[in-house]
């Protein structure tokens, strides 16, 4: 099993609204990572987990809020959230290491509409 | 810090002809370097890496060298498909968790 699986994969939902988004990964991956990207633009770091343990926080707004509840889960809970915020929602895992060549998998995203 | 400067796009093509997308980075030591593509509405993918100097990454018909002298990474492929219709990103990282990503150049194939 070499995915990434993020649900839901299309999610609106009001400025008052609470939602998660969850990803999960059966590679053995230590490091899971969560992803903004904006259309025609790159992806920007939110959010690393290494050994379940939040490792980078790129000043997140306190909205989003990750959770790792397990080396295979990674969730994002949304609230109190912007039209700004709208935006493909990913995440990411990969091996943990110093080596420097790992690479990232990528789930196919989660596409979110604040309205 | 590192960072990453891609050739911006976008960049059209006949089906057959030869691509060249330009990637530059910015880094000390030697970070390993990475183009992943992006489909329309779905997650990157990894297409290639290296991860020293001199390095030859090679996937699908596509190719790039990582140049030190150059810090260079550029990306090409003999003879391009409509399937290969899609944003390229080159990316860096070192030790760490930390990837840097370029801006991406998006790729449009007509047959």
């Known amino acids: 099993d070499t995915e990434v699986t993020q649900t839901p994969k299309h999610l609106v939902m009001g400025m008052t609204n609470k939602k998660s988004l969850k990803c999960e990964q059966h590679?053995?991956?230590?490091?899971m990572y969560w992803y903004k990207q904006k259309a025609k633009k790159p992806p920007e770091l939110m959010f690393v987990?290494?050994?379940?343990?939040?490792?980078i926080n790129e000043s997140v707004p306190s909205r989003f809020s990750p959770e790792c509840p397990n080396s295979s889960l990674l969730n994002l809970h949304l609230h109190a959230l912007q039209p700004e915020d709208s935006a493909l929602y990913l995440c990411?895992?990969?091996?943990?290491?110093?080596?420097?060549?790992?690479?990232?998998?990528f789930g196919s995203g989660t596409q979110l509409s604040v309205l | 810090g590192d960072s990453v400067t891609q050739m911006e796009g976008p960049v059209t093509l006949s089906e057959e002809a030869f691509l060249t997308i330009n990637c530059t980075y910015t880094?000390?030591?030697?970070?390993?370097l990475f183009w992943y593509v992006q489909y329309p509405g779905e997650g990157l993918q990894l297409l290639l890496k290296?991860?020293?100097?001199?390095d030859k990454g090679s996937n699908k018909g596509f190719e790039a060298t990582y140049r030190k002298e150059t810090t260079s990474f550029h990306l090409e492929k003999g003879s391009v498909q409509v399937s290969d219709s899609a944003v390229y990103f080159c990316?860096?990282?070192?030790?760490?968790?930390?990837?840097?990503f370029g801006t991406g150049t998006s790729l449009t194939v007509i047959p």
């Open positions: 990411a895992s990969s091996q943990e290491g110093t080596g420097g060549g790992e690479k990232l998998f």
């Open positions: 590679m053995g991956h230590r490091a």
């Open positions: 990316a860096l990282k070192h030790t760490g968790n930390q990837f840097y």
């Open positions: 880094a000390t030591g030697y970070p390993s």
């Open positions: 290296a991860t020293k100097a001199d």
């Open positions: 987990y290494s050994y379940e343990k939040l490792s």
